[in-house]
């Protein structure tokens, strides 16, 4: 019986967080600047 009532559980937690979703801003919150950026902004050397 514990596997139903987890699955129970599973299917509740799963419905809630479809319907009613949660933000967490720390999962979209960008820290500092990205490898593209630092690549755009490093002095380039003259090629010869």
Do not use: D, V
Request: proline share 12%; with cysteine.
């Amino acid at each position: 019986m514990p596997t139903f009532t987890k699955w129970i559980r599973h299917l509740g937690e799963t419905a809630r967080a479809f319907f009613a979703p949660t933000y967490r801003p720390e999962r979209h919150y960008m820290r500092g600047a990205g490898p593209a950026c630092a690549a755009r902004n490093q002095p380039r050397m003259p090629s010869f």
